[in-house]
């Protein structure tokens, strides 16, 4: 009830909107759905303040600037969506560990007490020792056995859940990706996922050669990887920079650095190391998010 009065609340400031634009009605009803749902209500505040926000500029954008708000609020509940939903998969995914872990103690437990049982047993009834024996064996195979299948059975639950969370994370990304450069109207460098995180590559002009000084094309990709990096507030940023002359490539990462600072990206959040490359590499370089 508590989430009804709350989903109910956040739909008041644009009822009269939203009778006369079905855009602002739809994207707010899909908020307040999210608002009233009991496993995404309290998950993911700080992207449905933001969706809210873009709903209720949408609401008062002028004609010229009605496409560009629209879209940007289309873009923000759905990564409120995409942020509730990765939150919900998340929590599911401790649940199953905490049930794992519940379960192979409970069959510890009373692994522990059968033994005791059977070695009481076995004092009393020594005359046939042999072959109670082989029937432990036997019994303790099967258990072993049982125990397996129920690891391998949670194993899988647990290997799906988590694809299912890396797929929403993926998602969530690549909104955010189009939301920066709409944002910023430059086009992000290209990028890839690895064990590291998501890794931006700036190309081989990123620099003059024997320079450290971004170029023109490089400084509008530091703009719109900025803002990237502002969505959400993402993980912490390693620079590496290249170059086939020692020290070239130090000072190439920390212009890169200062770029992103100056757009607004807080600079204790990011590393930067220079590396001596080939020059096939030799002025490029990579920035990398980590999960």
Not at 34 to 58: P, R
Not at 167 to 183: C, G, S
Request: a positive charge; glycine letters at 6%; proline letters at 1%.
């Amino acid at each position: 009830m508590r989430h009804l009065i709350v989903a109910g609340l956040l739909a008041l400031p644009l009822l009269a909107v939203a009778a006369e634009d079905p855009a602002v009605a739809g994207l707010n009803q899909r908020l307040v759905a999210l608002q009233a749902d009991m496993y995404t209500a309290e998950v993911a505040a700080y992207e449905k303040l933001q969706a809210q926000q873009a709903i209720a500029n949408l609401a008062k954008a002028k004609r010229k600037d009605l496409d560009n708000a629209r879209y940007l609020a289309e873009r923000r509940v759905a990564i409120a969506e995409a942020a509730s939903r990765t939150a919900v998969a998340r929590r599911q995914l401790d649940e199953l560990e905490r049930t794992r872990s519940e379960l192979l103690i409970e069959a510890s437990r009373r692994e522990a007490t059968r033994a005791r049982q059977e070695a009481e047993r076995l004092r009393v009834q020594t005359q046939i020792q042999a072959e109670e024996a082989e029937r432990l064996r036997l019994a303790a195979e099967a258990e072993t056995l049982a125990r397996q299948d129920a690891e391998t059975a949670l194993t899988s639950v647990a290997g799906r859940q988590q694809a299912r969370l890396s797929t929403a994370q993926q998602n969530a990304a690549k909104l955010a990706r189009e939301e920066a450069e709409l944002v910023s109207g430059h086009k992000l460098p290209g990028s890839r996922f690895d064990n590291r995180g998501e890794v931006f590559t700036l190309a081989g002009d990123a620099f003059a050669a024997g320079q450290a000084s971004l170029s023109s094309a490089a400084g509008n990709q530091a703009k719109a990887l900025a803002e990237y990096l502002n969505i959400g507030k993402k993980g912490r940023v390693t620079i590496e920079a290249y170059d086939s002359a020692n020290g070239v490539g130090q000072r190439r990462a920390q212009a890169l650095k200062d770029a992103l600072v100056a757009a607004g990206v807080a600079a204790n959040r990011i590393q930067v190391t220079g590396k001596k490359a080939a020059s096939t590499r030799a002025r490029s370089a990579e920035v990398i998010v980590a999960p």
